[in-house]
């Protein structure tokens, strides 16, 4: 019963590990003994995207995608969820705050729900601790001021004490807002 008390609370907490919220189908977990799991550099870029440097996030890698098919506005909103997933990593919570609409409500897969100054108390005080994040196969939509990106998340970490790599589909939603996109509810 423990266990799955454990199972469940570690399942609940990854509903906010990627951040954003929102729409997320449910994690399929793999018990992981490892340190650190091993970042792959992301695919290299075209002279438009020159302008993001996606192989300064060290922790973060992206996958499954030609980011030289991406048009300016894709590129920013994959670019602002990548520095979003590294400052997850870096339990940089002022990186997280610029990034998150100040309003943002996480869900876990329990149903409770956290403010976004709730969340990041808990990966500020090591609660839940984030090694590396995968951004694998991602679909993203831009229209305006409105965004949104779909992926896998593969995520190592540590969630209130339970170590795991875990793969979850989510969908993000991003408003454009004085020029910079930011993680905002549905």
């Given amino acids: 019963m423990k266990k799955l008390i454990l199972l469940s609370a570690v399942l609940t907490a990854l509903m906010t590990l990627t951040g954003c919220g929102t729409d997320v189908s449910a994690p399929q977990a793999q018990t992981q003994n490892q340190a650190e ?34 048009n300016e506005e894709e ?12 400052a997850m990593t870096d339990a940089d919570i002022e990186t997280m705050r610029e990034l998150v609409s100040e309003d943002m409500v996480f869900t876990h897969m329990s149903g409770r729900q956290q403010t976004r ?19 694998a196969d991602p679909s993203i939509t831009a229209d305006g001021d409105k965004a949104e990106i779909t992926y896998t ?15 979850m589909k989510g969908t993000h939603h991003y408003e454009k ?7 905002v509810n549905r």
């Fill in 37 to 70: 799991t091993e970042v792959t550099e992301t695919e290299e870029v075209n002279s438009e995207a020159m302008s993001y440097d996606f192989k300064q996030f060290k922790n973060v890698s992206i996958t499954g995608i030609e980011l030289s098919s991406l």
């Fill in 75 to 86: 590129l920013a909103v994959l670019y602002a969820q990548a520095r979003y997933c590294q």
């Fill in 117 to 135: 100054e709730e969340y990041f108390a808990d990966v500020a005080d090591g609660s839940l601790r984030y090694f590396t994040i995968g951004i």
């Fill in 153 to 167: 998340s593969v995520l190592n970490a540590n969630a209130y004490g339970a170590r795991g790599t875990f793969h």
């Fill in 177 to 183: 807002r004085d020029g910079t996109w930011i993680a």
